[in-house]
Every structure is written in C-alpha cells, then in structure tokens.
C-alpha cells in the first residue's frame, strides 16, 4: 500500500497512520512520485545539501516552509498534500518573535 494509497483509504488505521508525524513518510513519498533512486537524488532536485535530508529522517531538522515549497515546485503536489503526508496537522501558523521585535513599552506589565 502506498502513501498515496493511505491518504485515500476510509480505514480507521489508515487516518492514524497519517496523524503521526513522520517526514520520513514524505520524502520517501517524493522519492516514489518523482521516480529518483535515493536520498541523494531528491537533494540535488531540491536543490539542498545531502546532509539536510539526512537530518531530516533522522528528526534533527525539521522541513522548513522554503524547502516545503521547494516540494511543490518540483513535485505539483499541493502543499496540504504535503502537510499530511508528514503528519502536520496544524490548522494555524504561529510567527515566533523575541523581544527585539517588540517595543520596549510592550514588554512591561501594567
């Protein structure tokens, strides 16, 4: 059964499968869809370092939305498709700030 397969299948088990977050399931999804031998040849399609999905099966890097797009362009997979073939389930996107960005009056409590 394919990933493709898991995303369209009714199954309770299937939609668990998707919950879990995994980009391991994404790349190798890639891999199959664009018909590349391995990890090195979906680097040089995306135009990143080998390293960089390495660490990304290995969770010491997360896809970032640059790279999530970069997906996209090279694969016409829509980025939801995407997002839930890694297991992304965020409805809403949160910009994280510091300090710096806010004004100093901002910061003290009333």
Do not use: C, W
């Amino acid at each position: 059964m394919t990933t493709l397969d898991l995303m369209t299948t009714p199954a309770a088990n299937a939609g668990e499968t998707l919950l879990n977050y995994d980009p391991n399931r994404l790349l190798d999804h890639l891999i199959d869809v664009l018909d590349l031998k391995n990890d090195a040849a979906l680097a040089r399609l995306l135009e990143v370092a080998p390293p960089v999905i390495s660490k990304i099966r290995h969770f010491r890097l997360a896809i970032g939305p640059s790279l999530l797009i970069r997906m996209h362009e090279v694969s016409d997979i829509t980025i939801a498709q995407l997002r839930l073939l890694m297991g992304d389930r965020r409805g809403k996107f949160r910009v994280a700030f510091s300090q710096n960005d806010v004004p100093a009056q901002m910061l003290y409590a009333a």
